[in-house]
C-alpha cells in the first residue's frame, strides 16, 4: 500500500467508513470497520492525519486516534455537505470528510478533552433540567384551569397556585393527590437544579477565563462558564467579528452586484451561548439610564425596539468576549463622561 496522507473516516454507532488517499490524490484505502475493529486498525496504521465530522462522539475517537499517533482534524457537518456526491452512503461521506479537509480554507472544530466534556453535561443536564420544570409547571396550570382556577405565570408564583388547589374543596380528592404528587417532583427538579447550578459555581470560582468573563455587563456565572467551556481555543476565530458570527449574530449576507443586502441575523452556530448573550443583553437594557449607561446603547433604544437593541448589544458583548479570552484580562468598563 502507497504512504497514505490523509484519511476521512465516517463514524456512526458500529459502522465506520474509511477513505484514504496518497499524495498524488489517489484512492489508495477503502475499508468498512466494525467498532471494535478500530482501534486495531488505526494502532497497525502509520501516523497520518485524520478528519472526521464533528458528530456525536467525535470527541472522544478523536481522542482515541490521537493516542495512537495519529493527528485528527474535526470538522463541522456544514462544511462537509458541499463536498458529497450525489447519492448519501457511508462511502461518500467518508469520501467528502477526505475531501473537505484538503481545502486551504477549511475551518475545523477543537477536540475537547474528556475533563471539558464533562464540565459541559453540567450546562446539557441544568438546561434538560428546567425544560421539565417549565412542562411540569405548565402541567400544573393547565390542570388547574379544568377546575377554574387560574394560576399567575411564572415559575415563582406555582407555589401559590398549589396552596389554593390543595385548600379548595371543589377540588375532587384524587386530584388534590395528583397535583401533590406533581408538587413533590417540581420539588425535587428544584433542588437538582440548584445542586447543578452550585456546582457552576464553584467551577467558574476555579477558572481564571470564567471569572475574567463574568466582569462583562450582561454575563453572569452560568454565561461566563458556558462561554469558557465551550469557546476552547478563541484563537481559532480570526477577529472578534468571526466570533460573533459564528454564535449566528451577525444579520445574513444577500449582497449581489456590488449592492449590499443584509437580512435577519443567520442563529448559526451555538444555540444556547447565544440564548444566554440574549438574555444577558435584556438585562442590562432594562437598567439602562442615562448616566449609568453608555451613550451607544441609550441612542440605539431610542430608535429600535428593546428585543432588536438586545440582539445588537449581545453581538457588541459577544466581541468584547473575544477580546476578554484573547487578552487573558478582565473587562474594563469605559468611561461615560
Not at 475533563?115 to 438546561?127: F, P, S, T
Request: charged share 25%.
Amino acid at each position: 500500500m502507497e504512504k497514505i496522507i490523509r484519511i476521512g473516516l465516517d463514524t456512526s454507532k458500529t459502522v465506520f467508513q474509511v477513505h484514504g488517499v496518497d499524495a498524488l490524490e489517489k484512492v489508495v484505502l477503502r475499508r468498512r470497520l466494525t467498532r471494535s475493529q478500530m482501534p486495531k486498525f488505526f494502532g497497525n496504521l502509520p501516523a497520518t492525519l485524520i478528519g472526521l465530522e464533528a458528530c456525536g462522539a467525535s470527541h472522544h475517537w478523536a481522542r482515541l486516534l490521537q493516542d495512537l499517533g495519529h493527528e485528527v482534524q474535526l470538522l463541522p457537518p456544514q462544511y462537509v455537505k458541499p463536498y458529497l456526491k450525489r447519492g448519501k452512503n457511508d462511502a461518500a461521506d467518508a469520501e467528502a470528510i477526505c475531501e473537505a479537509m484538503s481545502r486551504p480554507s477549511m475551518r475545523f472544530v477543537p477536540v475537547k478533552t474528556a475533563e471539558n466534556q464533562a464540565a459541559l453535561m453540567l450546562h446539557g443536564a441544568r438546561d434538560l433540567l428546567i425544560k421539565q420544570r417549565t412542562m411540569l409547571v405548565n402541567a400544573i396550570r393547565g390542570h388547574a384551569a379544568e377546575f377554574g382556577i387560574a394560576g399567575t405565570k411564572g415559575v415563582g408564583r406555582v407555589s401559590e397556585l398549589l396552596a389554593r388547589l390543595k385548600s379548595d374543596k371543589a377540588v375532587p380528592d384524587l386530584a388534590r393527590e395528583i397535583f401533590a404528587q406533581l408538587a413533590d417532583q417540581l420539588g425535587s427538579l428544584e433542588k437538582k437544579i440548584r445542586a447543578l447550578e452550585a456546582e457552576l459555581v464553584a467551577w467558574h470560582r476555579n477558572d481564571q477565563r470564567s471569572r475574567n468573563l463574568a466582569t462583562i455587563p450582561g454575563i453572569g456565572p452560568i454565561g461566563a462558564t458556558a462561554l469558557a467551556m465551550k469557546v476552547v481555543d478563541p484563537a481559532q476565530f480570526h477577529s472578534a467579528r468571526h466570533f460573533a458570527a459564528w454564535l449566528g449574530l451577525t444579520p445574513k449576507d444577500h449582497s449581489t452586484a456590488g449592492r449590499q443586502r443584509l437580512g435577519a441575523i443567520t442563529r448559526a452556530g451555538d444555540e444556547t451561548l447565544r440564548h444566554l448573550l440574549v438574555a444577558g443583553a435584556m438585562a442590562v437594557i432594562q437598567q439602562a439610564k442615562p448616566g449609568r449607561s453608555s451613550p451607544w446603547l441609550l441612542a440605539l433604544l431610542a430608535r429600535k425596539p428593546k428585543k432588536l437593541a438586545a440582539v445588537a448589544l449581545a453581538n457588541k458583548t459577544a466581541r468584547i468576549a473575544w477580546v476578554v479570552m484573547m487578552r487573558g484580562q478582565t473587562y474594563q468598563r469605559p468611561s461615560l463622561g
